[in-house]
């Protein structure tokens, strides 16, 4: 870790532990129905067993533990998920640039949930139950391909990789255009999931990707001081005792597990996996044991505010919030892209 930021990890999970908790206040306060933080905070304390009376009618607390809580929360799960992955796919390829929306893992995992609700009523009786890991298996598929055509097409460096990602989340597009049409009755339900939108998602949702969850982010977070010594190149991994194979895969897997937990919930939405971890990396110095954990709480609150922005800047309506972090985005990654230009991993 570079000299200055040791003892700043702490102090920025604390900021962004007060950020995202700003953030949810905001989350389940903002909306037609305006509800109060006093009010709020006293409904759920209402629901402990401390004697405290809720203010809110039923149809209030309805829209608040039923709509905007289950809301936030997934909102904060995936924004974590997806900024952890990309900060995991970033130190195991030890390129800047990697990421689960340019290294193909969302375009994988989109497809394999995809072909989860076309087909999924003829295969299973519970087809709801089998998208993430379709998803997981899609986003594996994707980050294999990617890295295997980066490695042989074009010796494995910064811009190979981000070229190999583009061709191979193209090609995949591009079949689950294919299997779209096969379930023309589900267009409009896939291609508003395609924009990606956390409204569509209850607390089944919730339960449904938790396992999924946790277990990609226990994994990953567990991993970062692994990551660290990958950093230091294979060789001294290797004298230090460690299998740099062996430890790729894990986390590789880990990565794409939560990507595809998040993906298979919220559709496609890009570009949180890239802007998050640099902008940590910035705050919080280049080990890797410091950037997973505060990514990980920055990527949720992040999440969660530009959800906000989604629902509100055109209200009544809605903008989904693939289109919102895209604006984001698209100038950071340019950015991200003219500064590494001349690097070669």
Request: aromatic share 6%; hydrophobic share 60%; with cysteine.
């Amino acid at each position: 870790m570079p000299r200055g930021v040791v003892g700043a990890p702490l102090g920025w999970g604390a900021g962004g532990l007060a950020l995202l908790a700003v953030a949810v206040l905001f989350g389940i306060s903002a909306g037609a129905a305006s509800l109060s933080a006093a009010d709020i905070a006293r409904h759920l304390l209402s629901l402990l067993p401390l004697g405290v009376e809720s203010p809110l009618t039923e149809r209030q607390a309805a829209l608040l533990v039923e709509l905007r809580l289950p809301r936030v929360v997934m909102g904060a799960v995936v924004g974590a998920l997806l900024a952890t992955a990309g900060a995991a796919y970033q130190g195991v390829f030890r390129n800047p640039l990697a990421d689960p929306y340019l290294l193909g893992a969302a375009a994988g995992a989109g497809l394999g949930a995809t072909a989860v609700i076309v087909l999924g009523g003829r295969i299973s009786d519970d087809p709801r139950a089998l998208v993430p890991v379709a998803a997981f298996a899609g986003a594996l598929v994707g980050v294999a391909a990617a890295y295997l055509l980066g490695a042989t097409a074009g010796g494995g460096g910064t811009a190979a990789l981000v070229l190999a990602g583009v061709a191979v989340s193209s090609f995949l597009s591009a079949v689950q255009t294919f299997v779209q049409q096969m379930g023309t009755d589900q267009l409009q339900r896939i291609y508003a999931w395609l924009l990606g939108g956390l409204g569509r998602g209850g607390w089944d949702d919730v339960r449904l990707i938790a396992p999924y969850a946790v277990t990609g982010m226990l994994v990953l977070l567990v991993c970062g001081h692994l990551l660290d010594l990958l950093a230091l190149g294979d060789d001294k991994a290797v004298s230090l005792g460690m299998n740099p194979a062996v430890v790729r895969i894990i986390v590789i897997s880990a990565a794409s597990l939560a990507t595809a937990a998040a993906v298979s919930v919220s559709g496609l939405i890009g570009f949180v996996g890239i802007v998050v971890p640099h902008i940590v990396r910035r705050l919080v110095g280049s080990s890797y044991r410091a950037i997973l954990p505060v990514t990980m709480i920055i990527g949720a609150a992040f999440l969660v505010a530009v959800d906000i922005v989604a629902r509100t800047v055109v209200a009544p309506a809605e903008l989904p919030i693939g289109v919102v972090t895209a604006f984001l985005g698209a100038p950071f990654f340019v950015l991200i892209l003219r500064t590494t230009r001349h690097r070669s991993v």
